[in-house]
């Protein structure tokens, strides 16, 4: 059976709640206060069976000092029955909830002219003119008009006719998305715990279920599931759904939360936009204005930076906006808002997401965010991701980076990222994603900051990783990092040689005097053996002064030719003369049955003193020449 969610809208006092219950038989109105004064102040809830249809009724309140709670209830809502009481014809009321259904994207509905009875032939024709005017260019023009009178019973036939009619012609929802249900209401049951209400507008949900609230982060697990009151394993998208929750107290839980997949989400408190103002807004929309902004179920302050050039949206206009909320929210490209004044608390417009995760943008930076966010605004899937990859930088975009922005399941993000990669847009490197043109830029920008590093530093091997990391990659990760400067050297630009990077073609090219400099220093680390100078010394006496940086720069040539060995700290050996140790050690070896040797006989074998003596063993240790055995070494 096809389930729909049909939200009532119109004036206070038109009658939408008789209305549900003469199509239900159901009251809406469940609070003692609505009871008592007789009007509904809350959103209530009702179900009817059409046959092939079920229909969710949700019951809005009309007074405009209850619209709050009224948004509360029309997120979800797939068709909308616009109630014009026909002895009233349009009210205030009537024009803001139909202006809201209009901005949440509501596609279809019809519009019921209640209180048949109290009205003769003119009036009834009149709201009937009226109704039509009010409607005439938007989804509900040449929608159904139907009279009733909730008090006698006609015309609820013919409306439950044309109820099912729009139901059966109600596409389903997508399937593309994760479990999302925002929560109107929250309450304990007695034997039960905590339970929570709302339309599920995606995924489904079943008993058993590991969920997360959000944007509290809590893990909950549903303990029960009901649909129209009854139980069942699996609630589906479009229905309106109770869920028993364990794991949580119902005072922890306030409307406007979201329950969802667990670990998808995340919070934001800045949100990229597309806004538009009804005509009948007081004033234009200006930065720094201080909003209410009505996402699923919620309330939020935020403060408005308007995007546009003219630094204002006016009534009437679309335009883009950036909203910095007060609190957190939860919200994901392609999710629909209301906004509304602070003060007076009126409807001037509404909206859609575009970029759940925005920063805060530099003047001189708008004209490529407009051109960004109207790229996002065409719900292009494969465009939009690389928008949204493109916008990480170097940094890349995750998986769940991706999950986080859309609430897309994994086939679909396969199915975007597999269409993004195939237009070039977007490239793996490990387990992160890549905008190309990103990729190419920080090739190009360290290929030439490692050819300048070359031209400073003729005698240097290249310039350190850490260095790159700092300069072009500081918002990445280590893991990052390591996988970028593969993939990179992949491209032949540059090499990788442990902690430097060098451009392929680089070779240290020295002067006649570094030459006979570089000659004299390994001459006399050479005939040194193992009782190696002073590296002070050795620069001196090779003819460079103390603060002379080319004796290091020399000194690192002849440790990457191999030629000398860092043993200690400031302590070098000639290679000739640690290969000569490590024979005579060998020797040594073959001549005890247990292959070992002291510190003293190592002193005696090699010949110098114990100052050399520690340094070298335990270097040897380390080359797993020896291995340590208390006060002994076992030659391996």
């Given at each position: 059976m096809k389930s729909i969610i049909v939200g009532t809208a119109g004036h206070i006092d038109h009658g939408k709640t008789a209305l549900v219950r003469a199509l239900t038989g159901i009251d809406a109105?469940?609070?003692?206060?609505?009871?008592?004064?007789?009007i509904t102040i809350d959103i209530g809830f009702a179900d009817l069976d059409l046959g092939e249809v079920r229909i969710g009724f949700v019951d809005v309140p009309g007074h405009e000092r209850?619209?709050?709670?009224?948004?509360?209830g029309a997120h979800g809502i797939d068709v909308v029955a616009l109630v014009i009481a026909a002895d009233e014809s349009v009210m205030p009321q009537t024009r803001e909830h139909f202006d809201?259904?209009?901005?949440?994207?509501?596609?279809?509905?019809?519009?019921?002219?209640?209180?048949?009875d109290l009205a003769d032939e003119e009036l009834l024709q009149l709201a009937r003119a009226e109704a039509e005017d009010l409607v005439k260019g938007s989804f509900l023009e040449g929608a159904p008009v139907i009279a009733v009178s909730s008090r006698t019973g006609e015309g609820i036939d013919e409306l439950k006719n044309a109820l099912s009619d729009i139901g059966l012609q109600t596409p389903a929802r997508s399937d593309d998305f994760i479990a999302r249900l925002p929560i109107d209401r929250a309450f304990t049951i007695k034997g039960f715990g905590a339970v929570v209400t709302g339309t599920l507008i995606a995924g489904e949900i079943s008993e058993g279920d590991e969920l997360e609230l959000m944007p509290a982060r809590a893990q909950v697990r549903v303990r029960g599931v009901q649909v129209h009151g009854a139980a069942i394993k699996q609630a589906s998208a479009g229905q309106r759904t109770a869920i028993n929750l364990g794991g949580i107290d119902a005072a922890s839980i306030e409307r406007g939360m979201l329950l969802a997949t667990?670990?998808?989400?995340?919070?934001?408190?800045?949100?990229?936009?597309?806004?538009q103002l009804l005509d009948v807004a007081p004033r234009a929309l200006r930065s720094r204005q201080r909003v209410r902004v009505h996402p699923g179920a919620a309330e939020i302050l935020a403060r408005v930076r308007?995007?546009?050039?003219?630094?204002?949206?006016?009534?009437?206009?679309?335009?883009?906006?950036?909203?910095?909320?007060?609190?957190?929210?939860?919200?994901?490209?392609?999710?629909?808002?209301i906004v509304r004044a602070y003060s007076p608390q009126v409807t001037i417009g509404g909206g859609t997401i575009l970029d759940p995760f925005a920063v805060k943008h530099r003047a001189k930076d708008l004209a490529a965010i407009r051109a960004r966010l109207e790229i996002l605004a065409k719900g292009d899937r494969a465009a939009g991701l690389a928008q949204f990859v493109i916008s990480a930088g170097v940094a890349g975009a995750s998986r769940e980076d991706i999950a986080a922005r859309t609430a897309w399941r994994e086939a679909v993000i396969d199915a975007a990222l597999a269409e993004a990669k195939v237009n070039g847009a977007v490239m793996n490197v490990d387990r992160r994603f890549l905008s190309s043109a990103a990729f190419d830029d920080v090739n190009r920008q360290i290929a030439a900051e490692v050819a300048a590093h070359h031209q400073r530093e003729p005698l240097s091997r290249g310039l350190s990783k850490e260095i790159v990391r700092e300069r072009f990659f500081a918002g990445a990760s280590a893991e990052t990092f390591r996988a970028m400067m593969a993939e990179l050297e992949k491209r032949r630009s540059f090499v990788v040689e442990k902690e430097i990077v060098r451009l392929p073609e680089h070779t240290r090219q020295l002067s006649d005097e570094d030459a006979r400099v570089q000659d004299s220093l390994e001459k006399m680390f050479r005939d040194a053996g193992l009782s190696a100078p002073n590296l002070a010394d050795a620069f001196t006496k090779a003819?460079?002064?103390?603060?002379?940086?080319?004796?290091?720069?020399?000194?690192?040539?002849?440790?990457?030719?191999?030629?000398?060995?860092?043993?200690?700290?400031?302590?070098?050996f000639h290679k000739s003369a640690l290969e000569e140790l490590v024979k005579k050690l060998r020797?040594?070896?073959?001549?005890?049955?247990?292959?070992?040797?002291?510190?003293?006989?190592?002193?005696?074998?090699?010949?110098?003193?114990?100052?050399?003596?520690?340094?070298l063993l335990e270097y040897l240790d380390r080359q797993r020449v020896t291995r340590r055995e208390g006060e002994r070494r076992v030659i391996l």
């Open positions: 109105d469940r609070l003692p206060e609505e009871k008592r004064r007789g209850f619209v709050k709670n009224m948004l509360a809201i259904c209009r901005l949440l994207g509501v596609g279809k509905g019809l519009i019921v002219l209640t209180k048949k667990p670990d998808r989400l995340r919070p934001t408190q800045i949100v990229d936009a597309s806004v308007v995007l546009e050039t003219i630094g204002e949206i006016s009534p009437g206009k679309q335009g883009l906006v950036q909203l910095r909320f007060e609190s957190p929210v939860v919200a994901v490209l392609g999710d629909r808002f003819g460079l002064k103390a603060s002379d940086p080319r004796g290091r720069k020399i000194l690192q040539l002849l440790i990457d030719s191999g030629a000398l060995v860092k043993v200690h700290g400031e302590m070098f020797a040594h070896a073959q001549q005890k049955t247990d292959r070992a040797i002291d510190v003293g006989a190592f002193k005696d074998l090699a010949g110098i003193s114990r100052k050399y003596a520690i340094p």
